[in-house]
C-alpha cells in the first residue's frame, strides 16, 4: 500500500467512533478527509478547510436520537458500524503527493469493505477517488453539480477540479456517467460538451429537475448498478449554499439532493460519495457547512444501511 498519513479528527463527523488505522477498520462505512488533491495557480486554496469546518457543523450530541431523514438512528441496528479516520495529511505544494495518498487511502478502506465517504476538498479530488476503484467496475458515476467538469485541462493542468469527469471517462472501470444539476456558464466550451455526448455521458439539467422532478435522472441509473455519487456544492442554489466559489440562482433545493441519494441507493448500491467545493470563508455562520454535513450523513446513513 502506497504511503499517506492520517491527522485524527476533532470533533469526529457527528461524534462517531474515530478509527487510527485505515488497515484494521471494522466498519461499513469510514469518512475520509481529503483537503487538497490539485489545485490551479488561479483560484488557490480555498476549500482545505471543508473537512473541519463540516465536522465541526456535525458535531451534535444528537446521535442516538431520531431521525427523518435516515427513519432511526446510525445507532440502530438496521445500521453496519461508521467510522471517522480523519483527514488525509495533504500539501499545497505536492499535487502527485496528494493524488496518491488520496487513491491509497480510499483503496484501503475498499480492501476493508468499506465504503469511502470523503469529505473534500476542491472537485480535483474525485480524480485520485475514483482511481482507486480500478478493478471494482462496472460503476456508475452520478455526478451532482453545476458543471460537466470535461475540460481536458485548463492552464496545462489536465488533474484539476473543472477535469473530474473527463479523466472518469477514461477509466475503463466507469461504465456510466450521470450528470445532474447543471446550469448558467461554466468552464466547458461547446466542444467540451460534445465530447462528454459522444462518450455517452447523459445531462438532466437543475431546470429538468425542477420541472420533471428528480425521478428523470434517477431513471437512468442501471438497476443494481454500484454507484458513485460526486456531490458538488455548487449543485445547490446559491440561495441556500453560498458557500462555493460560484454560487448561482436555479439550482438544486436540500430535498431534491437527498432524494437523489436515496433514489441511488434503492436502485442500484452507493459504493462511494464524496463532498467537495464547500469553501468555508464565505459561511458566515456555518449553516452551509450544516447544510453540506446534512447531505453527507444521509450518503453515511445509506452506505451503512444493512441489506442494502
Known amino acids: 500500500m ?9 470533533p469526529s463527523f457527528y461524534r462517531l467512533p474515530i478509527c487510527a488505522d485505515l488497515a484494521q477498520a471494522e466498519a461499513a462505512a469510514v469518512i475520509l478527509g481529503a483537503p487538497i488533491a490539485t489545485l490551479y495557480d488561479s483560484v488557490g486554496d480555498y476549500a482545505s478547510g471543508a473537512p473541519a469546518a463540516i465536522r465541526a457543523a456535525m458535531n451534535t450530541p444528537h446521535l442516538s436520537h431520531y431521525d427523518f431523514e435516515i427513519d432511526g438512528s446510525l445507532l440502530e441496528a438496521a445500521y453496519g458500524p461508521v467510522v471517522d479516520g480523519g483527514d488525509l495529511v495533504t500539501s499545497a505544494g505536492d499535487f502527485a503527493g496528494n493524488r496518491a495518498a488520496i487513491a491509497a487511502a480510499v483503496q484501503q478502506v475498499l480492501e476493508r469493505g468499506a465504503v469511502p465517504i470523503v469529505l473534500g476538498g476542491d472537485d480535483s ?19 451532482i453539480d453545476a458543471h460537466i467538469d470535461w475540460r481536458d485541462e485548463v492552464d496545462g493542468e489536465q488533474q484539476g477540479l473543472s477535469s473530474n469527469m473527463r479523466r472518469a471517462s477514461e477509466m ?40 420533471a422532478g428528480v425521478e428523470c435522472a434517477l431513471d437512468l ?24 466559489m460560484g454560487p448561482t440562482p436555479g439550482g438544486l433545493g436540500y ?44 450518503a453515511v446513513a445509506l452506505a451503512a444501511r444493512k441489506g442494502r
Request: aromatic fraction near 8%; glycine fraction near 10%.
Open 2 to 10: 502506497a504511503d499517506y498519513a492520517l491527522r485524527l479528527p476533532d
Open 125 to 143: 479530488v474525485p480524480i485520485p477517488v475514483l482511481q482507486a476503484y480500478e478493478g471494482r467496475g462496472p460503476l456508475t458515476i452520478l455526478q
Open 172 to 211: 475503463g472501470w466507469v461504465e456510466n456517467i450521470i450528470q445532474v444539476g447543471m446550469r448558467h456558464v461554466g468552464s466547458a466550451r461547446r466542444g467540451e460538451y460534445q465530447d462528454a455526448l459522444a462518450w455517452g455521458a447523459r445531462f438532466i439539467t437543475a431546470r429538468q429537475v425542477l420541472r
Open 221 to 244: 441509473i442501471p438497476a443494481g448498478a454500484d454507484v458513485y455519487v460526486a456531490f458538488d456544492c455548487d449543485a445547490l442554489d446559491g440561495s441556500i449554499m453560498p458557500a462555493v
Open 255 to 298: 430535498w431534491d439532493v437527498v432524494d437523489l441519494l436515496h433514489g441511488a441507493a434503492a436502485r442500484g448500491h452507493i459504493v462511494g460519495f464524496n463532498v467537495v467545493e464547500f469553501a468555508p470563508a464565505r459561511d458566515a455562520d456555518g449553516r452551509a457547512a450544516h447544510l453540506a454535513g446534512r447531505i453527507a450523513l444521509n
